[in-house]
């Protein structure tokens, strides 16, 4: 008999307990049990009262004495061989999960595996608690990246907010238009025109920053060039007609100023027509707007928030953000161990070459600009040590700061190409419906 250690007829019947694990039924004796008095079979032998066997398992029944499990006689069978042997072996086909769960209920510790199973058992536990917490951290992740991208979507439950509202149907429809370019032609001709006004507004700019196209008056002052000021004024009038028509049909438009795209939208346009208030006061020749001019060009920089007006058309540059919004652990760790190996290296770099004439290392602040561009692998060139102790940290500076920057970074790759895979999903829903 397989099991002819536990089973043994010629002892008297209260020696043996009658164990029924899902219809497989054995009989078992106490000495092989009492081997292990903290297993769930090893803990019935000292319960009396019904209520206590009851907590042990799942029925009992006084007049055979026998106790019934509802769990698996397949792997009970490995349960019958751990108290012959002392020993559990991993289930050949059963989930490394659905095995720990079987063993921690029949009160088998780990320890008890055996040393050819020890080693793929937590192996297979760790991959698994990997995808686990891999799994709630993108689920997590992917909340927040739906409820940041959640304007750019015109989902059910924004058009659902349009009921009871003036002038539902109209706005409704204005409005999956303006969001949804996979809507209808209409919504695409409407995704394409904007895209090209963004495009082109960034080319005028680029333009405008040549020494080819700038003009000058009579008096030798700097004028704008009054065709690229033409271009600019179209782009903005067009961003403005736009932001308003959609803040003027939004659902609600407290959320809608609320949205990241939307405050880039907004901050690409006021730029403009602030610039145009600070040259009004200007000509007045006001004593108490000296700096106005320097507000004027600090305020025409701000220009450059119209290429991030680009996110709303790329699923990339919204991934981006996600990932970037997401991964503020991982970007304080590269900072933190950037920050570390800077000041270690400069320091070093700074003591190896204060001596030399040649060099210009001669003060920590400039150490700390050459371990910087050093360790992130710039390497300008414009300082560079020229001992040979110099040299040999400078090697160990470029090679520390590859690590360094490795690190953080495949978590944060993984975490754009899951963010961005969700964006491609959403993309290609809308379109198809």
């Not at 049990?33 to 000292?46: D, I, M, N, S, V």
């Not at 490995?78 to 659905?98: A, E, Q």
């Not at 809608?256 to 027509?273: A, E, Q, T």
Request: charge should be negative; charged fraction near 20%.
């Amino acid at each position: 008999m397989m099991y002819g250690q536990v089973l043994h007829p010629r002892r008297p019947d209260d020696c043996f307990i009658n164990v029924n694990v899902g219809g497989f039924k054995q009989r078992m004796e106490h000495d092989v049990l009492k081997r292990f008095p903290q297993t769930r079979l090893g803990r019935l032998l000292c319960c009396s009262p019904d209520e206590a066997v009851l907590e042990l398992c799942d029925d009992f029944s006084p007049s055979e004495m026998e106790y019934y499990f509802d769990r698996s006689p397949r792997f009970f069978c490995y349960v019958l061989n751990f108290y012959l042997t002392g020993k559990i072996h991993l289930v050949d086909g059963l989930c490394v999960v659905s095995f720990f769960q079987e063993i921690e209920y029949w009160g088998i510790k780990e320890r008890h595996l055996d040393f050819c199973c020890c080693n793929k058992f937590h192996e297979l536990m760790k991959l698994a608690e990997d995808k686990c917490c891999d799994q709630g951290s993108d689920e997590l992740q992917l909340h927040s990246f739906d409820s940041s991208t959640e304007e750019l979507s015109a989902s059910g439950d924004n058009v659902d907010m349009f009921e009871g509202s003036w002038c539902a149907n109209v706005r409704r429809n204005i409005w999956i238009r303006l969001e949804d370019p996979g809507y209808s032609t209409s919504a695409k001709v409407m995704a394409v025109a904007s895209l090209s006004v963004v495009i082109v507004s960034i080319v005028a700019m680029c333009v405008h920053s040549m020494p080819d196209y700038h003009q000058v008056d009579l008096n030798e002052k700097e004028i704008e060039n009054p065709v690229l000021t033409w271009f600019e004024i179209i782009c903005v009038l067009y961003f403005s007609v736009e932001f308003i028509l959609r803040l003027a049909v939004a659902p609600s438009a407290r959320k809608f100023l609320c949205g990241p795209l939307n405050m880039i939208d907004l901050l690409s346009i006021m730029p403009f027509y602030v610039t145009i208030a600070c040259d009004i006061m200007d000509e007045g020749e006001n004593p108490d707007l000296e700096n106005v001019g320097k507000v004027v060009q600090i305020l025409r920089l701000m220009r450059v928030f119209r290429i991030l007006k680009l996110a709303r058309h790329s699923a990339g540059l919204r991934s981006l953000g996600a990932t970037l919004r997401n991964s503020s652990s991982e970007v304080g760790q590269l900072v933190l161990f950037l920050s570390v190996g800077i000041s270690m290296f400069s320091a070093l770099i700074y003591f190896v070459e204060k001596d030399s004439q040649e060099s210009e290392l001669q003060t920590m602040p400039i150490g700390w600009w050459w371990a910087t561009i050093s360790m992130t692998t710039v390497g300008y060139g414009d300082t560079f040590p020229v001992t040979l102790a110099g040299k040999l940290i400078g090697t160990l500076c470029i090679l520390c700061g590859l690590l360094m920057v490795a690190l953080p970074v495949t978590n944060i790759f993984n975490k754009f190409s899951t963010f961005y895979e969700r964006q491609r999903h959403i993309d290609l829903s809308r379109s198809n419906n």
